[in-house]
């Protein structure tokens, strides 16, 4: 059994929009992390303790993408308004606007070198512009369906796009021309991404599935069905070595590019999860999703010996998720149904609105985290009663009786489900027993005939 100081940890949670999480990104320098989501909003939470958060305020519709320049001085924002959006990431929050497509933009990606950005449509199309003067380049056109993503290769060279016509489409950007597809007839990818060395994309499917492909060599490498949901979202640990899955089952899924397998499940969110993403030292990672609540992760395990953390990972080797030893769920308690009001510390355009008090402790809802200091009640707007929340000293329950009996449980249901998985392989050797014989039988009658 795996230590619990070796494990993915939930650090700490932020709740500040009103409506499902759809994009997320560090910074650069690790210091803070932007949100994108459906209430139209970017928001821009800091890291250290009672720091300020910042909500943008601009597009006029869903916020799709967000992302951090590589220098970190820009953000740039994609909408379902059909614009982009440049902001700079500070109290202000000045912006500057791209009437980008002719249809919902899905996806922003800054080169590595931070020349060009790359936009995403459902006009079927994806456009680069450039950052210097901040002017359009060219636009790429072969899909036949809308445009999901489109990311940059770490060398800037190619684009990699995914389709709702199923296709996967790689672009060499000094030609503008398509030089690779990738098809698929049972379902199209919602998100695509290089790995850190350039060599390999790995996609999110529809179908459930997570697909890893070599682009040197147009091969497909790993195929993954690990989830019981569509995968909407994919991250590279900067190692290269793991990939981390979002999925509207609820889950987040670690994979063991090395080996090939399942090292984790993360046991988050209530409702699809839409966005994940490792910070650009993978020493943390963030994830949002329906339940409106972006949660922050401590890696851990990535700063173990590699051979290590093979032999410590029980090896997993059923095609769907249930409940398994390494299934991480959080430690501390955050509230999905408590609706805590935040505060609006905005500005939009350069113009400084009404200081509605910019103290930001009503985002950072982790009991642990909050201190006499930082009272909600010293703002304007009122806040609920934070002592409604649970925390370790109001527990009539003493905490180690309770992390034992939550143990027990977890292994009661790791048993039940290992004993479900062992009538799936009897089901499963049962139908190729039969198949077995049929063909046998087959093959019989063809040999009778032909004497």
Request: with cysteine; net charge neutral.
């Amino acid at each position: 059994m795996a230590s619990a100081t070796e494990d993915p940890v939930l650090e700490r949670y932020f709740k500040g929009h009103k409506a499902a999480i759809t994009s997320l990104d560090f910074s650069p320098n690790g210091k803070q992390l932007a949100t994108a989501s459906w209430d139209t909003f970017l928001m821009l939470w800091n890291f250290k303790p009672h720091a300020r958060a910042y909500r943008y305020v601009g597009h006029k519709d869903v916020v799709t993408s967000v992302q951090f320049s590589p220098h970190g001085n820009l953000l740039a924002s994609a909408s379902r308004d059909r614009t982009v959006r440049l902001w700079i990431p500070d109290k202000r929050g000045k912006f500057s606007e791209f009437k980008a497509h002719t249809a919902p933009v899905r996806s922003v990606d800054f080169s590595a070198d931070g020349q060009f950005l790359a936009t995403a449509s459902e006009d079927k199309s994806i456009k680069v512009w450039s950052m210097y003067r901040q002017r359009f380049l060219y636009s790429l056109y072969r899909h036949t369906h809308w445009v999901r993503c489109a990311k940059f290769s770490p060398d800037g060279r190619l684009i990699v796009s995914c389709s709702e016509d199923k296709t996967i489409k790689i672009w060499d950007t000094t030609n503008k021309q398509c030089v690779n597809n990738f098809s698929d007839s049972v379902g199209f990818a919602n998100f695509v991404d290089f790995n850190p060395s350039g060599t390999c994309i790995a996609s999110a499917g529809s179908d459930q599935t997570v697909k890893v492909w070599d682009v040197r060599v147009n091969k497909l490498l790993q195929h993954y069905q690990v989830h019981s949901g569509g995968v909407n979202c994919i991250s590279f640990h900067p190692s290269g070595n793991y990939l981390i899955t979002a999925s509207s089952d609820g889950t987040l899924k670690i994979l063991d590019l090395l080996e090939g397998r399942l090292i984790y499940t993360l046991q988050g969110h209530t409702g699809p999860v839409f966005t994940v993403s490792f910070s650009k030292g993978g020493e943390l990672f963030a994830s949002g999703g329906a339940d409106t609540q972006v949660l922050l992760w401590r890696t851990n395990f990535d700063e173990l010996p590699y051979k290590g953390l093979n032999k410590r990972n029980l090896k997993r080797l059923h095609f769907d998720s249930p409940p398994h030893l390494l299934d991480i769920y959080p430690r501390t308690p955050h509230p999905h149904e408590e609706k805590v009001e935040t505060v609006e510390t905005t500005e939009t355009s350069g113009r400084t609105l009404p200081d509605k008090g910019e103290e930001a402790c009503g985002y950072f809802l982790n009991p642990s985290l909050l201190s006499p200091e930082c009272s909600p009640t010293t703002t304007k707007k009122k806040t609920e009663d934070m002592s409604d929340l649970p925390c370790e000293s109001q527990r009539s329950i003493p905490l180690a009786v309770t992390d034992a009996l939550e143990h027990i449980m977890e292994q009661l249901n790791v048993l039940t489900q290992t004993v479900s998985i062992l009538e799936q392989r009897l089901t499963l050797t049962e139908d190729k027993l039969k198949d077995c014989l049929e063909n046998q039988q087959k093959l019989f009658s063809a040999v009778q005939q032909k004497s």
